[in-house]
């Protein structure tokens, strides 16, 4: 059965909500709320993996159109926390939201043939069932081409590190070559593999992480790379504001995803939210930090354009 | 109870071998000796991978120092693919091999040391149980410090992407600014942090990916990277012959390692092996196939220095 095109997915999912918020989902033991890992030991860890990401996911699947699975958090937990993994992309995907597993994966030929297959493909399509994967880019061509091939046939999508949301990522992103940074140079090959692949809605299959705490490349980037979807990390915690994100938007309110990991996910911690919701009413303080993003962005960027918003 | 430094570990595990040999392990359902997977679905293919990657360790167990799973095979397989990687690392260390995982991680901060505590660390120090991991860099330096941490901390190391075996890699690994090309950039870098780790054998542990198809840029990478032990894909099969190899050993034949999958571990389909040794008999093409490196490189490079082979 054919799938839809992913962008054109992604679109009509935040047009359905009314928001660009996504909701990463960055589980550690030592900062989820109480009571959620019972035992010790890698399984009984993965096990609370799966209840608070399910209890997150019950929160945010009415509000936002997708969430981005951090795969180190799992696999820091050895296989145990790959079939965790695999329960949460499926469980997500239940509850109608779109996934974005953050793996940052990259070979070459057929072995990132391999990662792509491994991931991309709702249902039965893969074996993981995600609709979409970031990827790391030094590998080049042969590095990209396999997964670009592998979405464009099963609806899904890649997002391509470009501009990265850390301090460091200007060693080697910003070193400038003909007059333009590195960035520039990846940012220009996804954006033609974003214009061969565009869908309805003028987005390709393939997409770009570009940070929220780098707002004037954030600009810059949109103006070059028109066809290509952002995934926005560095929103919150590390400093990126809703105004920062303006930018990557287009007149639609359509082009960019936002996502927040801690800022929401372990909300109970964050003190607006601590002294008035407890840590055993975490999932309250998630559903307030979500509803808080949505409407910072709806009113700072042209999101709000996305329609009327649930919250 | 401390574990020795990762480069004195791999010297020692070379000197022991007499020779560089890396073989990779990376199995494909389609490619496999007949009779190994028996049953469908992705937990007999699982079953499958552990059986004919226990028979390849089985055999090059006493003839090379090291073995390199590729991780997009196993994952490949959804959750099941994780436990049998898991197995093979645990079966491949219990027979006295180093293990160096390829999975090309990479991200930041608390993220990339989650990456680094799940795969780095021998026997109960990581879940996983590897000796050494592939980073690829583009997210800079606070994508690659948190791995040099662990790795230092554990006695483990990685390999970093630098100069890669695959054509499509000059993309953006060969862009010239301030009149070196990215990878000189990278290698830079990486020969810091080696430097940083250095060992007894004045190899650190942070070592760089450098193809064997690209033999100039090897011959002046081991030039500006003396700290910095090579991993060598690119032999065989994509065209890397051993005096390609040469120029990135010193004199004692110590700082590199050259893998090769395909050409051992599927010998019994190479058309030098097939003929007189049939698919039943895979063990004894994998073993041939590893004689048959173990010699050229012998032969054709400084690696010849390292002692008494055991071919």
């Known amino acids: 059965m054919a799938v839809a095109h992913f962008a054109d997915r992604l679109a009509a999912a935040a047009g359905r909500v009314g928001n660009p918020v996504l909701v990463g989902l960055d589980p550690r033991a030592e900062s989820l709320p109480p009571g959620l890992i019972s035992g010790s030991g890698p399984e ?132 400038v070559a003909d007059g333009r940074p590195l960035y520039r140079h990846v940012a220009d090959y996804v954006e033609t593999l974003a214009h061969q692949t565009a869908g309805q809605h003028g987005y390709g299959s393939v997409g770009a992480v570009v940070g929220a705490t780098y707002p004037q490349q954030l600009a810059e980037l949109r103006q070059v790379m028109p066809h290509t979807w952002f995934l926005i990390p560095g929103f919150g915690t590390q400093g990126g504001s809703a105004k920062d994100c303006a930018a990557a938007f287009d007149d639609r309110g359509l082009g960019a995803v936002v996502n927040n990991s801690r800022g929401i996910i372990f909300a109970h911690s964050r003190k607006e939210f601590a002294g008035r919701i407890g840590p055993s009413r975490w999932q309250e303080a998630v559903e307030a930090a979500t509803r808080e993003m949505i409407e910072q962005l709806r009113a700072e960027t042209p999101a709000g354009r996305l329609g009327v918003s649930n919250s």
Request: with cysteine; charged share 15%.
């Open 44 to 175: 009984a860890a993965a096990r609370g993996y799966v209840a608070f990401c399910r209890g997150v996911i019950d929160v945010v699947a009415p509000l936002v159109a997708a969430v981005k699975p951090q795969a180190a958090f799992f696999e820091q937990l050895g296989p145990a926390g790959c079939v965790a993994l695999s329960e949460v992309i499926r469980y997500a995907a239940s509850k109608g939201l779109l996934v974005i597993l953050d793996g940052k994966r990259n070979d070459i030929g057929s072995t990132a043939q391999g990662y792509a297959e491994a991931y991309l493909g709702v249902g039965d399509a893969s074996p993981w069932g995600a609709d979409a994967l970031t990827v790391s880019p030094y590998l080049g061509d042969d590095g990209l081409t396999p997964f670009v091939e592998v979405a464009q046939a099963r609806g899904a999508g890649i997002f391509v590190l470009v501009k990265t949301s850390n301090p460091g990522g200007k060693r080697f992103q910003d070193i």
